[in-house]
């Protein structure tokens, strides 16, 4: 039993990140069967969390996974038709994760396809008054608010409650960009009044419909 105990962690220290089928076949040296069933013990013990890509399995080993714990990114895949990536393993223990935390960190990210992916998260967001102190907390009222009406250009989203709008909407405030550089050709008139460069047009939304 202890044999077998120390080679799981073996397998699970030379696997630890993210992987595909193939990755696991060159990092073991071994063929298509066994490493699936490396996997499969891996995945039995909790060492294991599997996402679809496109046709590709991703699969994300790490010690942590077996503590539990949740992660912005899961958050976002599964409220969102646009899968993203996890580019590191980053899991939050002891406490849930809200919605309204995780468009919060969706912006802080500046990754274009994070941000889109997160936009589906305002048809479930409830909780407005959090949302806003944590983004006034994070000077990304003007930012949630450019996103909303995007959002709201595209897909069914819960209303945005007058007051955040009110609050959120920029006094004197030169334009800012949501990501350096990029703007839009087509939200024109709300990257104007929220005083935002949006890096996304209209075909970019099509993934959310």
Same mark, same amino acid.
Request: cysteine-free; proline content about 3%.
């Given at each position: 039993?202890?044999?077998?105990?120390? #080679?799981?962690?073996?397998?699970?220290? #030379?696997?630890?990140?993210?992987?595909?089928?193939?990755?696991?076949?060159?990092?073991?040296?071994?063929?298509?069967?066994?490493?699936?069933?490396?996997?499969?013990?891996?995945?039995?013990?909790?060492?294991?969390?599997?996402?679809?890509?496109?046709?590709?399995?991703?699969?994300?080993?790490?010690?942590?996974?077996?503590?539990?714990?949740?992660?912005?990114?899961?958050?976002?895949?599964?409220?969102?038709?646009?899968?993203?990536?996890?580019?590191?393993?980053?899991?939050?223990?002891?406490?849930?994760?809200?919605?309204?935390?995780?468009?919060?960190?969706?912006?802080?990210?500046?990754?274009?396809?994070?941000?889109? #992916?997160?936009?589906?998260?305002?048809?479930?967001?409830?909780?407005?008054?959090?949302?806003?102190?944590?983004?006034?907390?994070?000077?990304?009222?003007?930012?949630?608010?450019?996103?909303?009406?995007?959002?709201? #250009?595209?897909?069914?989203?819960?209303?945005?409650?007058?007051?955040?709008?009110?609050?959120?909407?920029?006094?004197?405030?030169?334009?800012?960009?949501?990501?350096?550089?990029?703007?839009?050709?087509?939200?024109?008139?709300?990257?104007?009044?929220?005083?935002?460069?949006?890096?996304?047009?209209?075909?970019?939304?099509?993934?959310?419909?």
């Amino acid at each position: 039993m202890k044999q077998i105990r120390n #080679a799981t962690k073996a397998k699970l220290k #030379a696997l630890e990140g993210i992987q595909t089928i193939e990755t696991i076949m060159d990092g073991l040296g071994v063929g298509r069967e066994k490493a699936i069933y490396h996997i499969h013990r891996l995945k039995k013990s909790g060492y294991v969390k599997t996402r679809r890509m496109g046709n590709k399995r991703i699969y994300y080993i790490s010690f942590e996974n077996k503590l539990g714990g949740q992660s912005y990114y899961e958050i976002i895949n599964k409220n969102s038709p646009i899968k993203i990536m996890e580019p590191e393993l980053h899991k939050v223990y002891g406490r849930n994760i809200g919605l309204e935390e995780t468009m919060i960190f969706a912006l802080k990210t500046k990754s274009p396809r994070t941000i889109l #992916a997160a936009i589906s998260l305002f048809k479930k967001i409830r909780n407005w008054k959090k949302l806003y102190n944590l983004a006034k907390t994070n000077h990304l009222e003007q930012q949630i608010g450019a996103l909303y009406d995007v959002a709201r #250009a595209t897909i069914k989203v819960r209303r945005m409650p007058v007051r955040f709008r009110h609050n959120a909407l920029p006094v004197n405030k030169g334009f800012e960009f949501m990501i350096e550089n990029m703007k839009s050709r087509d939200y024109k008139e709300i990257e104007e009044l929220w005083k935002i460069y949006l890096p996304f047009n209209r075909n970019d939304l099509e993934e959310l419909k």
